[in-house]
């Protein structure tokens, strides 16, 4: 999944009591935003495999430091440290450190067997990316079901947190339709380090358009 992974950031930015929107962006997507960091510095590892599954190439080999259950609960761990450090707000840091760990309880649903508990077997994964007419509208659903109910709970700032909401909703469309519809390899290969970069580009412009939402939008 990919914007999928947003909802759970939409739902718990309706509380008073959350990190903003931008940050829980970030924590949204914190456990692959170190693995592409960890890929550009070749600590994890990806190569892409024709037809790993019929949605993408990816043959996440090697992650046990993100993608493990355990490694996930760690950077939920750190996150939730890092809101109390600035917000001075324990609540705070647990919803942000839920929303982290969120991530690996959504990949479990649509990755092939390639996650851990603890980065070694046993592989887990339900592996919904080999069905797309189940996990494409699965992730539709997260994704704009969870900004619907941000949007429903929030209200508008002047004319901007009017348009807000369209604008990242139509950025997250269409880098999740660059996803799908990136053609699969023709032969096995090792991810280059552009891989990590592109990754780390895409989190960060959503990231900053739902920082943007969040100065514009305030709780109804």
Known sequence: MFIGHYAPAFVAATSPKSPRLGALFVAAQLVDIAFFSFLILDVEHLRFVP??????AMDLYDMPWTHS????????????????????SWTAGAIGGAVVVSHWLIDLLVHRPDLTLAGRPPALGLGLWNHPWVEIPLELAFAFGGLWFFVSRTRAIGAAGRWSPLALAVAMAALQAVNWLTPQPDAIAPAPPATGWLGLFAYAVLAVLAWWVARTRRLA
């Open 69 to 88: 259950l355990a490694g996930a609960i760690s950077w939920g761990v750190l996150f939730a440290l890092a809101v109390k450090a600035m917000r001075g």
């Open 51 to 56: 037809h790993a599954t019929a949605m993408n």
